[in-house]
């Protein structure tokens, strides 16, 4: 047999009143006079009271925060129709209209943070789709939700790459990997809400489909930047043979540093990327020199600025 369970129901503790109006005293005395045993038609006249005055008016009467009656002594039931009988409509007590007061700035400010954050999310996502190379969808982990709420990731419908080689898989969120054994699981694509994925969103500045050229390597896009400030030179020492300088900067027991900090074979892997090129005529290296400048082609500044 299973055994009886025994629900006990306690009252908690109240906070001390604090009431608003001076009948107070004497209400509580004559409550404390009815109060004992109550029948059906007693808390029939309560919950009366408590009906056509409402919550607020309870509070007010009682002097605290009123929870129900069914959480309150019989006391208090009676200090409510007593007041009741009498008209009473006394002020909330000023703990209760500071605290509602302070509850209402903290959900004002709640909704503040609230709208800028989704301002953000929106100006951020409309810079990353105007970055993207192909078009881009949002969709929403229907499986997981964290504290905010789910995840909304990002999603192409080709395979695309980033980086030198990391490949994205089409229908796939852009922060998973191809080889992940356990999907994201996504819902429809959604209109116009912005991802929230973070790792997404810095995917989808960086995705190319896979026929495009990869990005410039962090050294690569540094030469880039000193080709297109002119200070990248093929010069021809005195018997020796053709060398790509930097003239920006002093070589070290060439020429006494005129020359330049050697950079031919970067140099070298731009040209056959097809970034930059080099003038046939000679013109004034940045060290009183003379060479033959390298200039970035139409698809090196937009590497460099991609």
Same mark, same amino acid.
């Given at each position: 047999?299973?055994?009886?369970?025994?629900?006990?129901?306690?009252?908690?503790?109240?906070?001390?009143?604090?009431?608003?109006?001076?009948?107070?005293?004497?209400?509580?005395?004559?409550?404390?006079?009815?109060?004992?045993?109550?029948?059906?038609?007693?808390?029939?006249?309560?919950?009366?009271?408590?009906?056509?005055?409402?919550?607020?008016?309870?509070?007010?009467?009682?002097?605290?925060?009123?929870?129900?009656?069914?959480?309150?002594?019989?006391?208090?039931?009676?200090?409510?129709?007593?007041?009741?009988?009498?008209?009473?409509?006394?002020?909330?007590?000023?703990?209760?209209?500071?605290?509602?007061?302070?509850?209402?700035?903290?959900?004002? +400010?709640?909704?503040?943070?609230?709208?800028?954050?989704?301002?953000?999310?929106?100006?951020?996502?409309?810079?990353?789709?105007?970055?993207?190379?192909?078009?881009?969808?949002?969709?929403?982990?229907?499986?997981?939700?964290?504290?905010?709420?789910?995840?909304?990731?990002?999603?192409?419908?080709?395979?695309?790459?980033?980086?030198?080689?990391?490949?994205?898989?089409?229908?796939?969120?852009?922060?998973?990997?191809?080889?992940?054994?356990?999907?994201?699981?996504?819902?429809?694509?959604?209109?116009?809400?912005?991802?929230?994925?973070?790792?997404?969103?810095?995917?989808?500045?960086?995705? +190319?489909?896979?026929?495009?050229?990869?990005?410039?390597?962090?050294?690569?896009?540094?030469?880039?930047?000193?080709?297109?400030?002119?200070?990248?030179?093929?010069?021809?020492?005195?018997?020796?043979?053709?060398?790509?300088?930097?003239?920006?900067?002093?070589?070290?027991?060439?020429?006494?540093?005129?020359?330049?900090?050697?950079?031919?074979?970067?140099?070298?892997?731009?040209?056959?990327?097809?970034?930059?090129?080099?003038?046939?005529?000679?013109?004034?290296?940045?060290?009183?020199?003379?060479?033959?400048?390298?200039?970035?082609?139409?698809?090196?500044?937009?590497?460099?600025?991609?």
């Amino acid at each position: 047999m299973r055994p009886h369970r025994h629900v006990v129901t306690i009252t908690l503790p109240q906070p001390d009143p604090s009431p608003a109006y001076p009948e107070y005293e004497e209400l509580l005395h004559e409550a404390g006079r009815r109060d004992g045993l109550i029948g059906p038609q007693d808390i029939a006249r309560m919950e009366d009271a408590i009906g056509r005055r409402g919550g607020d008016w309870c509070t007010a009467v009682l002097g605290r925060p009123f929870p129900g009656l069914g959480r309150v002594p019989s006391r208090d039931g009676w200090l409510l129709v007593l007041a009741d009988e009498r008209g009473l409509t006394p002020a909330l007590p000023e703990f209760v209209v500071q605290a509602r007061a302070e509850e209402a700035s903290q959900r004002q +400010r709640r909704a503040t943070l609230a709208a800028l954050k989704s301002e953000t999310e929106k100006r951020r996502w409309a810079l990353g789709v105007g970055a993207a190379a192909v078009e881009l969808a949002v969709r929403e982990n229907v499986r997981h939700s964290g504290v905010g709420g789910s995840l909304r990731h990002v999603t192409a419908a080709v395979d695309l790459l980033s980086g030198r080689s990391r490949r994205h898989a089409a229908g796939r969120a852009l922060c998973e990997t191809v080889g992940r054994t356990n999907p994201l699981h996504l819902g429809e694509p959604l209109e116009g809400r912005p991802a929230t994925c973070q790792r997404c969103i810095e995917y989808a500045e960086k995705v +190319r489909t896979l026929d495009a050229p990869a990005p410039p390597t962090p050294s690569e896009a540094a030469l880039l930047r000193l080709i297109q400030s002119g200070a990248v030179f093929t010069v021809r020492p005195a018997r020796r043979q053709p060398t790509v300088r930097d003239t920006s900067v002093r070589s070290h027991g060439v020429a006494s540093g005129a020359l330049g900090r050697k950079v031919d074979a970067a140099a070298a892997k731009v040209q056959r990327r097809g970034w930059a090129v080099v003038d046939e005529a000679n013109s004034a290296t940045q060290r009183g020199g003379f060479g033959q400048r390298w200039r970035l082609t139409d698809a090196g500044t937009a590497a460099l600025e991609g």
